[in-house]
């Protein structure tokens, strides 16, 4: 093993010997980065936005936009980092910088970083180009969904939006624009220890998988954006970290005639740009969860793997019929993910077992969506997640999955619905008494996000919505 290092602004820098679970946030403060700031500590508010170099889906390098108080330093061993320091100076600002201040788009200062941080990474982003103009995006193809994790608290958001869209392309100059044309720097494996406990981020699926055989007190991070808050929320320290988003083996991707096959160390937004609406369930899903910060780190074996119950992934997935490959030493399995779930936060998955494939049957089902209700429409944890994937032929329902979150101790299918569907007219009747049978699905709970009279009325509101959204569709 090296000395871990990253590349800091451009400089080579020696991590030191620092915590295991310090962040990449409070790593930089230390060295006076001190444009980035702890907000929420939570990967909400984005004031700790940084830019890493990691590989692209449409270029060999892309610049992406992360929660630097999620991710522990440890993690980018090896790794780019540009920070808001590095982007421009002073005396000559980086074109979002210029555009922030002279379009207004700063007053206290505190979120501006981060800001400046995502907006440059969507700035960068290959494929951005003049014509996409609606609500959500500019005149310059700039998507707003950049900007989601980021929050002001006294400027407004007009102005920055107003920053967004009035940027051009990057020059021919750009040093940031030509990184993107070279490869992305190699996963490093990595092996820190502290009096906290150790970090290692294994050179193999291999490795990882005979380390977790070992350790029982082990910690799996992708992109941490859950552990991340455990650590500086809850104070938790696991005693091994063990890094395994960066392995070949657990970043598949394959689309084919008969399946499409998802790394579980894949991010969201990796994904997402892969797909390319191949999936339209899952395209609707994307927007929804979380923020575009944190599905830059987020992927679905971290979101399935935590079991919980209020996963956005899960409904999704299990409309679709997925099933998990799990890998361990003693070789791989496969398990339907309507098996997975055993209890609140139990799962079928080992101790020494690792979700390594997310196996989607082709082909798809064709009406299908992803219903998410929630406090705010975006950047939300649901009170009530619904996904279908339904089949109608010559007037009948020839077949329908359902997949609920947030109304039981795991995401289910909601079984006794489908079953009241399926081999009868898609018709307002049909779905009015399933829609009835929908509301007693799962067993829905009182809570801070809803009440479960709530959660039971919108199960059967969602049912109809999407009856009658096919019926304007075909209309």
Known sequence: MTTPTLKVNGESTAIGAVPVHTSVLDWLRD?????????????????????????GTDAPTEWIAVNACLLPIAG????????????????????VQEEMAVRGGSQCGF??????????????????????????????????????????????????????????????????????????????????????????????????LELLSEREDAQIVAGSTDVGVQVNIFGSRPPLVIAIDRLTELREFSVGSDEARLG?????????????????????????????????????????????????TPPALLALDASLVLASTRGDRVVPLADYFTGYRQTVKA????????????????????????????????????????????????????????????????????????????TGETV??????????GTPMDDHRASSSYRSAMLGQSLLRFYFSDQEATA
């Open 111 to 208: 979120c501006t970083p981060g800001f400046v941080c995502s907006m440059a990474a969507e700035y960068y982003r290959p494929g951005r180009a003049a014509g996409a103009d609606d609500h959500e995006h500019g005149p310059n193809g700039f998507d707003l969904h950049s900007l989601s994790g980021n929050l002001c608290r006294c400027t407004g958001y007009r102005p920055i939006r107003d920053a967004a869209y009035a940027l051009s392309q990057p020059g021919p100059n750009d040093a940031f624009a030509a990184r993107c044309s070279n490869p992305p720097p190699a996963p490093a494996a990595t092996e820190m220890v502290s009096g906290e406990g150790e970090f290692v981020r294994p050179a193999s699926l291999d490795a990882a």
């Open 264 to 312: 579980a160390a894949l991010t969201l937004t990796e994904i997402e740009r892969r797909l390319a609406g191949r999936v339209p369930l899952l395209d609707q899903l994307f927007p929804q969860f979380a923020s575009r910060l944190i599905r830059n780190g987020a992927t679905i074996g971290g979101n399935l793997g935590t079991g919980s119950p209020i996963g956005d």
């Open 76 to 95: 980018l061993d090896g790794q780019e980092v540009v920070t808001s320091e590095g982007l421009g100076t002073p005396a000559a600002l980086h074109p």
């Open 351 to 426: 101790a020494d077992e690792l979700i390594k494939t997310i196996v989607i049957p082709l082909p798809l089902a064709p009406m299908t969506a992803f219903h998410k209700i929630a406090k705010r429409r975006f950047d939300d944890i649901s009170s009530v997640a619904i996904g279908y994937a339904v089949d109608v032929a010559d007037g009948i329902v020839r077949e329908a999955r359902i997949g609920l979150g947030g109304v039981a101790a795991t995401p289910l299918r909601a079984r006794s619905t489908e079953a009241e569907l399926i081999g009868k007219p898609w």
């Open 31 to 55: 060295r006076g980065l001190t444009g980035a700031k702890e907000g929420c500590a939570e990967g909400e508010c984005g004031a700790c936005s940084v830019l890493v170099a990691r590989p």
């Open 432 to 441: 009015r008494r399933a829609a009835a049978v929908m509301a007693a699905e």
